[in-house]
Every structure is written in C-alpha cells, then in structure tokens.
C-alpha cells in the first residue's frame, strides 16, 4: 500500500521525534530524582544534625531532649510519617524508637539507606558524632527516617510538567503537519480540479497562481507540453479543413463535368457509369463538407459574446430543408417557443440542427413525419429531433457519435454528422441524448444548451 505525501511526511518528522521527546523525557526524570533524592537527604541530615546539637551530659551521663524544630523541617502536605533514634556508644537508647535499624556504615560520616520500618518503605540517614565531658568521651549515634511521600510529590512537580509538554508537542506535530500540508497543497489541488475539469480539447496554458516554487517547474513542464499538443492540434484541424476546402473546387469541377457527359454521351452503359460516377462525387461532396463542419466545430471558441435565437435558426434550416422532406413525402414540422437564446454563433448551431434534420430526413421510411421542437427547461435550451422512421438499434447506441459510424448502411451517409452535432454541443457547454420516438417508434435526439444569462456575461466581463 502506498502511503499519501502527509502520511510520509509526518512519518519523517514523528519518526526522529518521537524517540527525541522519549530520550528527552527519561532524562528529566532522572534529573528530577536526583534533585529530589538531593534534596530529601538535605534535609534528613540538617535533622540529624539538630537532634544531636540537643545530647547534653547531665550529671556524666549523656541525656537528650528532641526540640520540635528538628521535626518540623519535614512538614509537608504529604503528611510523611518521622521515625528517629538517638543511642549512646554502648548502645543505649537516649530517645526515639528502639526498633530503627542502623546500619553497620553509619560510624563515620553520614551514610544514607532505604529500609522498611512498621511495614513501610522510608530514607534515612544515619550521623554519628563524638562528645566530650570532664576528659571523657562518648560517641552518640542520630538516626532519622521519614516515608515518600513529599518526595515523590516533588519528582511529580518537577518532570511531569515537562512531561505533559512534550506530549503535547508530540500531539501537536500530528495534527498541525496533516493541516498544514492541507493549506499548502490547496494550490496544487485546485491544480488537479483545473485539468481534471477540461475538456479534451481545451488546451490552455495552466496558471501558476499561490503554488510553491518547488512546484512551478513542473507547471511550466506541463504548460509546455500543453502548448506543443495544442500546436499538433491546430496544425492537424488546420490540414483537415484545408484539404476539405481544397476538394471542394475540383470536387463540384468534375459534378459538373460529369453532368455534361452524362447529357451528350450515347448508349445506356456510358450513361449508368457516370451516373455511378456522379453518385460517387456526391458522397465525396458531402463527406468533404462534413470534415469542413467537424474542424470548424472542433475550432470554434469555447465562450462567445454573441447571443443567437435557437427557434429562428431552427426556421431557416427547416426551411432550406423542406424539399428533401417533400421528395420523400416526410411530414416536416416545427413547434418551437419564441425568444430561445443560446450562446454562440448561428452557422454553428445551424450546421448542428440541419445534420439532424438531414439524417432524420434520410433515415425515415416515405410518408414519415419529422419535428423540431425547441423549448425552455429551467437553464437550459432543449432541441429535440423526433422521427418515427426505424430508429436505432440498442447495441449500436453507444457507437454513433462515433466518426464514420453509422446507424443503417442501405442510407447513403457519411457516418460524420452525429459526431459534428456532439462535438458543437460540448463545445457550447452542452449535451446530446438519444432516445425512442414519442410513439414509441423512431429516433428523438435531444440537444441541451446553456440558455442565454446576459446579466451573468455582463458580470463576467466587467471581471475581466
């Protein structure tokens, strides 16, 4: 499984960090403990030291009377329990408790131990000092011992702090690197959102705006690339259209001269090969003029200021084309609502309607009917083609918008007019749908375009 750029990024940074704040940690304990230990043992010997200040010799013999204040440096809200013990050289008990131990250690300088006492672990300290009376000479052993509970309350304040804060820290890291690199890369995903939302022949340099510097080369690399395609693109449309325009001069030259042959030529064999002839350069007409149609749509602009009225380019087409209708004694009808306004250019969409026409006219048996309708549907204008000629076949729906597909091959055609009628219809911002007939029977094309929002163009002018 490949880990995402966050994920990588924050194992990076938690991986070093993570033993770093536990290294950190374990050492500040271990500096917190000594300070305590330091401290506690401080303590127990400034006692120690005060209750042998109190051994007297009274009368030659060595007596003591604990003062409060050699306790009381103990008070804490622990509430320790002080355990002492005073003894004589001989081991006799001066004051405290008898069943205090004192180690073997204790008969030169402080010596600190941990032991139990009454079922409790406590530190003690154990002083021994020498006095003298009258040329005699006595050494007077000091034990004293108090729980843990201070202590431990003091190594609490001093490391758990500490702590607490690099967990946090730790806590932090986690959360703020996902969101910062969520900040940071909103450029780069806006970026995406921008090429994933082409259309495959929207080849504009993309913009750079707020991405890092690190990441520009690579829009320049693409830009680059997106420039040379765009070029191929044109040159390619560029050829097809030229050579399209080029056919179409020599093309209806020899339409003519075979009309002419046709009328002076004898004989029933040379008069069926030019008709065959002829028939022949219609299709390379007609499929010359279809190529023109599709560069053209392929060329045209994605965004235009020019607002077109769909019902009356539907008016004009239907027009040109009622003769065709009336060879084939095809019903051809229009119902469309006033004031539908596109955006785009009229001989677009007119070569649009009239490729759909056209085929319905050609695909529909004699005596059919054909009807244009062009209405308004929320914010959208919807063209609809509907005929009740044979239709098309369901396996062949998902092939027609194909180049040079075609739907029935006892009709001449050139397989290229659907294809120019989706082409122009995305060019527009819009869509193509094929469905069954209104009875059931026949083909109805549905055609939606964004309708006209001057208010909305005026804004975006005045934007840019």
Request: proline residues 4%; hydrophobic residues 45%.
């Amino acid at each position: 499984m490949t880990l995402s750029l966050r994920s990588r990024l924050l194992l990076w940074l938690m991986v070093p960090l993570a033993p770093f704040v536990i290294a950190t940690a374990l050492t500040a304990y271990d500096a917190a403990r000594h300070t305590a230990d330091y401290l506690q043992d401080g303590t127990l010997l400034s006692s120690a030291r005060t209750i042998i200040e109190d051994v007297q010799w009274i009368d030659g013999r060595l007596a003591v009377a604990v003062q409060p204040a050699a306790l009381e440096i103990f008070e804490s809200p622990s509430q320790d329990r002080v355990f002492y013990k005073v003894i004589a050289q001989d081991g006799r008990l001066l004051a405290g408790s008898n069943d205090l131990a004192v180690p073997p250690e204790g008969k030169g300088r402080p010596f600190f131990f941990d032991c139990h006492f009454d079922g409790m672990p406590i530190r003690a300290v154990v002083y021994s000092r020498q006095l003298f009376n009258d040329g005699k000479s006595d050494t007077v052993t000091v034990v004293v011992g108090k729980t843990q509970g201070s202590r431990q309350a003091m190594l609490d304040r001093m490391w758990r702090p500490l702590l607490l804060c690099e967990c946090l820290m730790l806590f932090l890291v986690a959360a703020l690197v996902p969101l910062g690199l969520a900040v940071e890369l909103k450029p780069l995903m806006q970026l995406k959102n921008d090429v994933a939302g082409r259309e495959p022949m929207q080849l504009e340099p993309m913009h750079a705006v707020g991405l890092p510097r690190e990441l520009q080369p690579i829009v320049d690399a693409i830009n680059q690339c997106i420039a040379q395609l765009k070029l191929h693109s044109e040159t390619q449309r560029q050829f097809v259209a030229d050579a399209a325009h080029q056919l179409c001069t020599p093309l209806a030259l020899l339409d003519t001269q075979i009309q002419y042959a046709v009328r002076i030529c004898e004989g029933a064999a040379c008069a069926d090969a030019l008709n065959g002839a002829r028939r022949s350069t219609g299709k390379m007409k007609t499929m010359t003029h279809q190529l023109l149609l599709l560069a053209q749509a392929e060329s045209a602009p994605q965004r235009s200021d020019t607002q077109t009225d769909l019902a009356a380019v539907v008016a004009s087409v239907l027009s040109e084309l009622v003769v065709a209708a009336q060879a084939r004694d095809i019903d051809l009808g229009a119902e469309c609502d006033d004031h539908m306004y596109v955006t785009g250019d009229a001989p677009i969409f007119a070569a649009l309607i009239a490729n759909l026409v056209d085929n319905a006219i050609r695909y529909t048996q004699r005596g059919g009917r054909v009807t244009a309708s062009v209405n308004r549907e929320d914010a959208w204008v919807v063209l609809r083609v509907i005929d009740n000629g044979p239709g098309i076949a369901a396996e062949l729906l998902a092939h027609v918008f194909e180049r040079f597909r075609r739907g029935a091959t006892l009709v001449e055609g050139s397989g290229l007019g659907l294809s120019i009628v989706r082409k122009i219809a995305q060019r527009h911002g819009g869509s193509v749908v094929l469905g069954s007939g209104s009875d059931g029977r026949g083909l109805t094309v549905t055609v939606k375009l964004p309708a006209w929002a001057e208010r909305e163009y005026r804004d975006e002018t005045a934007a840019g």
